[in-house]
């Protein structure tokens, strides 16, 4: 087969048409400041040079098929992103210290009330200053509206480079959002004490953010090159729902988040972190070759292959442990294994499980990347 | 007269878990044999769980429920009432504040009948020790989600071997991220995948 360049590659792959090797896409935004020798805080502070170290991090090691993001997720103002508190280095951590998702009950639960009658962004900018963020409360609307433009920027510098963005952020799935802001723990009391409220509540966060991406996606495509490949949804506490519940807060808002991406030709990437082993079957109910799967380790993605293939193209799963703790042969052997697996047939992208880990050992990334670039032994289709 | 308690609190009935502990001390019921009862509804919550019937949501519910009866039975126990399984001391280590696994693994082995020495979230290693040696606990569980904390379990376990202590303990590990690699790396005893592993690990020990 030609070898193909790495737009058509993904394409490919998303679609579960023949590659010549499976596309490359690791999560690098974490691990390049600690590999270019850069503080986290600094990175955390200055959003150019969070893009930068990525930069120069993709054209060390050769580089790979797409950015997944363009940039630093990391902020100040992570809540606008996230819906929790965080703590980050250079304010409420040390230096170089890794930035950590903090698990509060920011959202209480009167505010079911306010969400349903404001709206999701009403209530996110209301409950700022509970956060304790380092941004001023009256800077946040302000410092995300500065944020959606540095990701415009980040993904023209890119471009200019001739390399392609692959993930902008998606809607955040109504669970995870509640989950996130209100604690896990409350979340799963709402789920037990009070399901129409939660219902309510998730019905209105759907309603409002799924249009508001698909805006912030056609907005950035007319503004660059190519926009974004994929829309980025991650989730990872909906599978310590049982069954029924399952459906109910999390499932059906999936399916529905996806077809409207989809009739909005946005391709949705599932980045569904934890162990979704016994769910592995939902998702042969979404469309067939327009949604990626990406699992992070936790999940056993060789099982995943075995239920999804033919149907979705997964991502992954390069795990954390791995890449800090094993030696490069290990790294290399576990790549061949997900590409002799995983990648049959085609419907599979390299990444790493979730993001490289900060402390990951440079040569286990090499090992991962130059792997993946060298070893491809099919080449047939379904 | 158990019976309905146990049952209330496996089917996560939580107004009648309320309402059953309520009435039992006001009618004058010894408050050991409710506990007893709550534990054995928690046990079989465990049960269900280890079947797959029940995932983890369950398990943070049945938390809460016996949370609520605990703390209605407090008043009625003196100090040092109540005879437990042993003593282990659980926390999730330096650098990592993520709590969602540890404060399910403490909920599930206070059930479970052990007394927990919750040392919280980002502990030191020197609290480890000095919470092993002030409570004579035969068990540690550390606790950690990120990659950075398999170094902060290592420096614990390290640091119990240098005071002397580490024959003294069993220390299992358990997070996201962790697989049988790791344990090696940080010289725990066990692993833990779940809240209910961390039980039967304890009882095992203890």
């Known amino acids: 087969m030609d070898e193909m360049n790495p737009r058509e590659r993904i394409d490919a792959a998303i679609t579960l048409q023949p590659v010549d090797r499976a596309p490359i896409i690791p999560l690098m935004d974490i691990v390049s400041p600690r590999l270019q020798g850069v503080k986290l805080a600094h990175v955390v502070k200055d959003l150019d040079l969070a893009r930068d170290v990525m930069i120069k991090t993709f054209e060390d090691l050769g580089g790979w098929d797409a950015t997944f993001f363009p940039g630093g997720l990391v902020t100040d103002v992570g809540w606008g992103i996230f819906a929790m508190a965080s703590k980050l280095p250079g304010y409420e951590l040390d230096e170089d210290d890794l930035w950590q998702l903090d698990e509060k009950e920011i959202m209480k639960v009167e505010d079911h009330d306010f969400i349903q009658k404001n709206g999701w962004n009403a209530y996110l900018a209301y409950a700022y200053p509970r956060v304790g963020a380092p941004c001023p409360p009256d800077r946040f609307i302000p410092r995300l509206i500065e944020m959606a433009a540095q990701g415009v920027k980040d993904t023209q510098v890119w471009e200019a480079k001739g390399i392609s963005v692959f993930a902008g952020l998606g809607p955040q799935p109504p669970f995870e959002a509640v989950s996130f802001t209100r604690s896990l723990k409350e979340t799963v009391g709402d789920v037990y004490r009070r399901p129409e409220v939660l219902e309510a509540t998730l019905d209105t966060i759907l309603a409002e953010t799924v249009p508001m991406s698909i805006g912030t996606f056609q907005d950035l495509k007319k503004a660059t090159q190519w926009g974004n490949r994929v829309a980025f949804l991650g989730a990872t506490r909906a599978p310590f729902l049982s069954p029924p519940n399952f459906e109910r807060f999390f499932w059906k808002y999936i399916k529905s988040a996806v077809n409207q991406l989809l009739e909005a030709g946005i391709t949705p990437m599932l980045h569904f972190d934890s162990n979704w082993d016994r769910y592995l079957e939902c998702f042969l109910e979404l469309p067939r070759a327009q949604v990626i799967l990406e699992l992070d380790g936790t999940t056993d993605i060789f099982k995943a292959k075995q239920v999804l293939k033919g149907h979705m193209c997964l991502m992954g799963d390069v795990p954390a442990s791995l890449l800090k703790l094993g030696a490069p042969e290990e790294v290399t052997a576990y790549v061949k294994k997900l590409i002799d697996v995983v990648g049959e047939g085609s419907g599979f992208i390299l990444s790493t499980g979730c993001d490289c880990p900060v402390d990951a050992k440079p040569e286990n990334v090499k090992a991962m990347i130059d792997t993946g670039k060298g070893y491809y032994p099919h080449h047939k289709v379904f | ?206």
């Open chain 2, 1 to 206: 007269m158990s019976d309905a308690l146990i049952t209330a609190i496996s089917e996560l009935e939580e107004a009648q878990v309320v309402d059953l502990v309520q009435e039992r001390l006001a009618a004058g019921a010894d408050p050991q044999a409710i506990l007893t009862a709550c534990r054995d509804g928690m046990a079989q919550v465990g049960k269900r769980y280890e079947a797959g019937e029940y995932y983890v949501s369950e398990l943070i519910m049945a938390g809460e429920l016996f949370k609520q009866a605990n703390a209605l039975l407090a008043p009625h126990f003196a100090v040092g009432d109540g005879a437990t399984k042993g003593k282990v001391v659980v926390g999730t280590v330096k650098g990592d504040i993520h709590d969602i696994g540890k404060d399910l693994v403490v909920g599930m082995l206070k059930a479970g009948g052990f007394e927990v020495i919750d040392l919280g979230v980002d502990v030191p290693v020197e609290a480890f020790v000095q919470a092993v040696k002030e409570s004579g606990a035969k068990v540690v569980g550390l606790s950690g989600l990120i990659t950075l904390s398999f170094d902060s379990m290592k420096e614990t376990v390290a640091a119990l071997e240098a005071a002397g202590l580490r024959s003294q303990v069993k220390v299992m590990v358990g997070g996201g991220s962790l697989t049988e690699k790791v344990r090696e790396y940080v010289g725990a005893d066990a692993l833990g995948s779940d809240a209910q592993a961390a039980v039967s690990l304890a009882n095992q020990w203890l």
